[in-house]
T-cell receptor, first 114, second 108 residues
């Protein structure tokens, strides 16, 4: 029973490049959440998606960031024209239903922008 | 605004009992979760309280008082492997709002 999978685990980009982070939820889970964590801080909610729908993107920066969860394939968080301040750990979580108190987290993608 | 307050650091010795408190002020509330995170690792779910009272899972217990906007995580029979950061998180409709975390250090 595979857990939440994320890749890549580590990603290095130069300023101005694009970063593409992937997340495959646990089997049977149809709800995906993305969080960002800066060093020594808690996780900050970014976006909540169901298949083919963005449900809540209130935590997502208005520019350069986008997310999708297509009918087939993983959820993708895309950061265009990365800046040094985008360096962080990006975690994906999944749950079997909304309003569930339990979200299961993937191992995260550590993004470093040079 | 939305805020969750936790102590920044707690230390204890092996075999001891530790309580990590969490007070919250959020616009919405469906329940309080606790997560453990080791350095460089992913948050691991520990417990979830939607109703007032105590939930026990092995060495860990979690308590919630919605009228006081307060909860705590109780860790018993501490082990070295319990050294980690512990986060409380409020379930607000569809998202989790995390506290800043409590770093627990367990000494032999």
């Amino acid at each position: 029973n595979a857990g939440v999978m994320q890749n890549p685990r580590h990603l290095v980009r130069r300023r101005g490049q694009e970063a593409r982070l992937r997340c495959s939820p646990m089997k049977g889970h149809s709800h995906v959440y993305w969080y960002r964590q800066l060093p020594e801080e808690g996780l900050k909610f970014m976006v909540y998606l169901q298949k083919e729908n963005i449900i809540d993107e209130s935590g997502m920066p208005k520019e350069r960031f986008s997310a999708e969860f297509p009918k087939e394939g993983p959820s993708i968080l895309r950061i265009q024209q990365v800046v040094r301040g985008d360096s962080a750990a990006y975690f994906c979580a999944s749950s079997p239903q909304d309003r569930s108190g339990t979200q299961y987290f993937g191992p995260g993608t550590r993004l470093l922008v040079l | 605004g939305q805020s969750l307050e936790q102590p920044s650091e707690v230390t204890a010795v092996e075999g001891a009992i530790v309580q990590i408190n969490c007070t919250y002020q959020t616009s919405g509330f469906y329940g309080l979760s606790w997560y453990q995170q080791h350095d460089g690792g992913a948050p691991t779910f520990l417990s979830y309280n939607a109703l007032d009272g105590l939930e026990e899972t092995g060495r860990f217990s979690s308590f919630l008082s919605r009228s006081d906007s307060y909860g705590y995580l109780l860790l018993q029979e501490l082990q070295m492997k319990d050294s980690a950061s512990y986060f409380c998180a409020v379930k607000d409709t569809d998202k989790l709002i995390f506290g800043t975390g409590t770093r627990l250090q367990v000494f032999p």
